[in-house]
């Protein structure tokens, strides 16, 4: 058995936890015993224990302050110890720094698992420091390129796309129920977006873009609805709700505008949805991408980080600029106005997913990368 201890540093739930829980999920538990270390109790650790997955909690404090460092090293160590742990797998950067020093000091290789896009920071200390892990995945070719030299990405840096759950999001989910849920109306196209209230998300594009066809073409918004699926999941993200629905009144498009909150049934969301629209800065690999996609959705996409390397424009998906809200509200426009647009989108987006971006297939590349460090080790 190949025990593999994962490090994460919050407990909370957004898009990197529920790409971790995937994973989890999806491994073949006849060969590999995941374990998980947290610095609390929390929603991620419940999903965890709900699947059988043994949860230990330790602090990680900040490096830089010192204070509690060599306990939570020690205590690291400990746990690897008594576990008999196999392989490190880290998927934060504070937990990087610990995952690696503790993994050195007890003989085991160590996995970084990057997942963010890094925009504007004066140095990259995952870089700096990636001497120390023995592998590093990345989500997407646009991720790899952080650790480039000379315009080669080092062999330890493997792509590993994220992968989504085909039978869970399907073409054929009924989404009635949610558009009845909201008083949607037959003939209403329903331009959805899912993600939490962090102001990188660009859920303002979106808005804008949604006063641009107001003001353009009523007739066309008098049949368009907006479904806002999310919320606040960090503390910091929590001034963003009033935010954003004070700017929809400001913009006079609140009457066709529905927030609905935090929602655990999303592919009946997916399926309620006309067209997916994502309007974040440079997202690595968006999970949500790949659950509408998934659902045979078109969507309409930030042309930044990843998103290229799944979304071929016009072809799998619609791509424009971050920050560009004319340019967003024509692709929707365009999709609305061609008949049988978003089905041969839609279709075409699925594909994609069946080919190269099944759950499956993510949890079996890890898989081999564990099994190759373990070989390795022999």
């Known amino acids: 058995m190949i025990n593999i201890l994962y490090l994460h540093e919050t407990s909370l739930i957004s898009g990197a936890e529920q790409s971790l829980l995937n994973l989890v999920r999806n491994l073949d538990r006849r060969k590999f015993d995941p ?49 008999n742990i196999s392989i490190v797998h880290s998927n934060s950067i504070r937990t990087h720094v610990y995952g690696a020093w503790a993994a050195k000091r007890n003989n085991v290789p160590v996995v ?40 080669r990405i080092p062999e330890k840096v ?22 009845n ?13 899912t993600s939490r209230f962090n102001v990188q998300k660009g859920h303002e594009t979106l808005f804008n873009a949604a006063a641009a066809i107001r003001s353009d073409d009523p ?22 709700e009033k935010y954003l629905k004070d700017m929809t009144r400001a913009l006079g498009i609140n009457d066709r505008v529905i927030f609905t909150g935090y929602r655990n049934d999303m592919p009946r969301m997916y399926a309620s949805m006309d067209i997916f629209v994502l309007t974040s800065d440079a997202e690595a690999c968006g999970r949500v991408i790949l ?9 309409v996409a930030t042309n930044s980080g990843g998103t290229p390397e799944v979304i071929k424009d016009g072809v799998s998906g619609a791509l424009f600029s971050f920050g560009d809200s004319l340019g967003l509200a024509g692709k929707i426009t365009g999709i609305m106005a061609e008949p049988g647009a978003a089905g041969t989108l839609g279709a075409a987006a699925r594909a994609v997913i069946e ?10 590349k890890i898989e081999l990368i564990y099994e190759g460090l373990i070989r390795a080790r022999a």
């Open 158 to 179: 493997r792509v590993v796309f994220n992968g989504v759950d085909i039978a869970r999001f399907n073409p054929f989910v009924d989404g009635a129920a949610v558009r």
């Open 355 to 364: 080919k190269g971006f099944t759950i499956q297939s993510h949890a079996r």
């Open 219 to 240: 007739a066309l918004w008098k049949r368009l609805k907006l479904l806002v699926v999310g919320g606040a999941v960090f503390e910091s993200d929590r001034p963003r």
């Open 35 to 83: 374990s998980f270390v947290l610095p609390q109790e929390g929603a991620l650790a419940d999903e965890l224990k709900s699947e059988g997955v043994r949860v230990f909690l330790m602090p990680f404090p900040k490096i830089r302050r010192f204070l509690g460092v060599a306990s939570a090293l020690r205590s690291l160590g400990a746990i690897i110890r008594d576990n």
């Open 112 to 151: 970084w698992h990057q997942r963010n896009m890094l925009r504007g920071e004066i140095a990259d200390p995952d870089r700096l420091l990636m001497s120390l892990p023995d592998r590093i995945i990345c989500n997407s070719q646009a991720i790899a390129q952080r650790f480039a030299s000379g315009g």
């Open 291 to 299: 659950e509408a996609m998934a659902a045979g959705k078109p969507v």
């Open 181 to 193: 849920e909201f008083g949607i109306l037959p003939g209403e196209t329903v331009v959805g977006i």
